[in-house]
Nanobody, 124 residues
Framework: QVQLAESGGGLVQAGGSLRLSCAAS????????MGWFRQGPGKEREFVAA????????FYAGSVKGRFTISRDNAKNTVYLQMNSLKPEDTAVYSC?????????????????WGQGTQVTVSS
């Protein structure tokens, strides 16, 4: 069992930056692919980024590539999402998730554990 808790959300102006953190409990963190997803107001949940278990392979949605960076620290059981050049359309609840998949995936059905989410609001 893996429990996930996000932090770092808030209100920021367009062009600003935020860093989200997701702390995981349990000894199996390093054996999981970790991903970030978001759900904006009136929108469906969408994939943001994912990172592999140990070699650091990453995968990004086209809408955030070049602006967001996902990373992980297996010693701290934590995954991060550095968000730069934020836009109003990035406003959403951001959730981290853990997957036993072999490699990075954008498919939410392959993620077994989910956090509660943290709100990110970008003002114009």
């Amino acid at each position: 069992q893996v429990q996930l808790a996000e932090s770092g959300g808030g209100l920021v102006q367009a062009g600003g930056s935020l860093r989200l953190s997701c702390a995981a409990s349990g000894r199996t963190f390093s054996s999981n692919v970790m991903g970030w997803f978001r759900q904006g107001p009136g929108k469906e949940r969408e994939f943001v980024a994912a990172i592999s278990r140990s070699v650091g392979r990453t995968f990004y949605a086209g809408s955030v590539k070049g602006r967001f960076t996902i990373s992980r620290d297996n010693a701290k059981n934590t995954v991060y999402l550095q968000m730069n050049s934020l836009k109003p359309e990035d406003t959403a609840v951001y959730s981290c998730a853990a997957s036993p998949a072999v490699t990075v995936t954008a498919n939410p059905t392959l993620y077994t554990y989910w956090g509660q989410g943290t709100q990110v609001t970008v003002s114009s």
